[in-house]
Structures are given as structure tokens and as C-alpha cells.
């Protein structure tokens, strides 16, 4: 009896001297995130094959441009950062980004995430800052190759520009940025609906369609337009000062910055407040 009686007070001092299991730390996070990222095997394939179709639209725009003929000097920043490319680009960034998120709740790896990392807030800031090194990388090359592509093409006709020439910084920075803006848009939207097919619709339709509803006619309506991503992407490309007679009203170049900063920070803002007041 008193074998048995004191075996458990001897495994519970030998519990209680064991040290505690030290709290996963954000670094920690960050690796198991990008972990999962790379070990998805159609995720190198996406980004090649989105970079490659970015870079491709720039040079069909290119040669459509060289044949009609460009003047020399100029810098016509929708030759070296196409609509269609750039369409896109938003489009399986969003996509992508939310499916970083909602892939986990599909599979139900999330609970386990949550059960290993009781922080959810820091798991969901993780999963963006993953997301947004991977996608401002894609964004930087996708943008540097459809411009040193387009100035390629356009050289043979005496109308290419370097990189250093005054009009290219800007829609360089918003085309290689527009990227990691829509990933993590769509992360964020991933946590907050958590739905793949929800996720992916809704991201579309504000990324893409929900712009095209509304127009720069009348004050109202601009308004609404020029806080949406691709319309500020759009007049960031643009090199040509507005018309001040046009009857159309044009968003301010920082607020367009405003829109690029604004739709990520809310978008993981209100996923990282909702992840932590809601049952997985």
C-alpha cells in the first residue's frame, strides 16, 4: 500500500519539476507558415505561370503599341503594365490569399493550429506576413520583367525609356505592391468568411467587379470608385496629367496610396479581431 501510494506523489514532483514548454515565438510562427506555403505543390506552379502571363501581357501590349508607333522619349506606362496582366494579377492573388486561410478551416488543420498556438490573433498575423513578403516578391518580379520586356520591344522602335526616367517610379511601385494588396485582402476576408467558395467570390467581386459598377461621371459615384483597389491602381499607372475640362472627376495620387495602405490593414485588422472572439 505504501508502494502504491506513493508512486503518484513521485510523478507529480517529477511533473512538477519538469520545465514548462516554452510558448511558440512569432519567428516560430512565421516558419510554420511559410512551411505550409512552399509544401503545396501547385503554389510554385501558380506564381510562375501568373508571372509569366503578367510579363506576357506587357509585351502583346507592347508590339501592339510598336506597330501603331510610340513617340520617342515617352513612357506609356500601359505598355509596360497591361490591364489584362494586371486584371489578373488581382485575381489569383486574391484567390490565393484567401485560400492560404480557408484551405485550413476546409481540411480542419486550423483547430490544430489554434490547439498548438492559443494566440490566434498572432497565427492570423503570421499567415499575412508570409503572405505579403511571398506576394510583393512576385509583385516586384512580375512588374521589373513586363517593364525591361515592354522597353525590349519598344527599343527596336526607338521609343523605350530606362528604368531611371521620371514617369516609371510610381506605376512601377503601385504595380509591383498591387500583389501583396490583393493577397491580403483576401487572407483577410478567408478568416472572416472562412467559406472557400464564399472567400473566392467575394474577393473577386471586390476586387474586380465591384469597381466597374460605378463610374467617374458623377461626384458620388467617383467617390465610391476611387476607394476601391483597381481604380487606384489605375490612376497610379497613369502618366498624363488629368484633363482639368474633362466632366469626369480623378482620384488624388495619395489617395490612391491611401487605398493600397487601407484595404490590407483593415482587412487583417478585422481578421485578427474576429479570430480571437469567435469559436473555430
Not at 510554420?32 to 505561370?49: N, Q
Not at 489584362?84 to 485560400?99: E, K, R, S, Y
Not at 476607394?227 to 495619395?254: H, N
Request: charge should be neutral.
Amino acid at each position: 500500500m505504501t508502494t502504491l501510494a506513493s508512486a503518484p506523489a513521485t510523478d507529480a514532483t517529477a511533473q512538477a519539476a519538469s520545465p514548462a514548454e516554452p510558448p511558440a515565438r512569432f519567428r516560430d510562427l512565421i516558419a510554420s507558415e511559410w512551411i505550409k506555403t512552399r509544401s503545396l505543390r501547385s503554389t510554385p506552379w501558380v506564381l510562375a505561370f501568373t508571372t509569366l502571363f503578367v510579363i506576357g501581357s506587357a509585351a502583346v501590349a507592347s508590339l501592339s503599341d510598336k506597330a501603331a508607333g510610340s513617340e520617342p522619349g515617352s513612357f506609356l506606362a500601359y505598355d509596360s503594365f497591361s490591364s489584362p496582366g494586371c486584371m489578373t494579377l488581382i485575381l489569383v492573388a486574391g484567390t490565393m490569399g484567401a485560400l492560404a486561410v480557408v484551405s485550413e478551416y476546409g481540411s480542419g488543420l486550423i483547430r490544430t493550429t489554434f490547439a498548438a498556438v492559443p494566440d490566434r490573433g498572432a497565427v492570423v498575423l503570421a499567415k499575412a506576413v508570409v503572405t505579403a513578403v511571398l506576394w510583393t516578391a512576385v509583385g516586384t518580379v512580375a512588374a521589373l520583367g513586363s517593364f525591361f520586356v515592354s522597353q525590349a520591344v519598344l527599343n527596336g522602335h526607338d521609343a523605350a525609356v530606362p528604368l531611371t526616367h521620371p514617369d516609371v517610379f510610381r506605376p512601377l511601385v503601385a504595380s509591383a505592391l498591387l500583389a501583396p494588396v490583393c493577397a491580403l485582402t483576401g487572407l483577410g476576408l478567408g478568416v472572416l468568411l472562412r467559406h472557400a467558395a464564399g472567400t473566392v467570390l467575394t474577393a473577386v467581386f471586390a476586387l474586380l467587379m465591384l469597381p466597374t459598377m460605378f463610374s467617374e461621371s458623377n461626384r458620388w459615384s467617383a467617390d465610391i470608385k476611387h476607394t476601391m483597389v483597381s481604380a487606384a491602381w489605375t490612376r497610379l499607372v497613369q502618366t498624363w496629367e488629368p484633363d482639368p475640362d474633362s466632366l469626369g472627376y480623378s482620384a488624388t495620387l495619395p489617395g490612391c496610396w491611401i487605398v493600397f495602405a487601407l484595404w490590407p490593414l483593415i482587412a487583417v485588422a478585422l481578421a485578427v479581431a474576429v479570430v480571437r472572439n469567435r469559436d473555430v
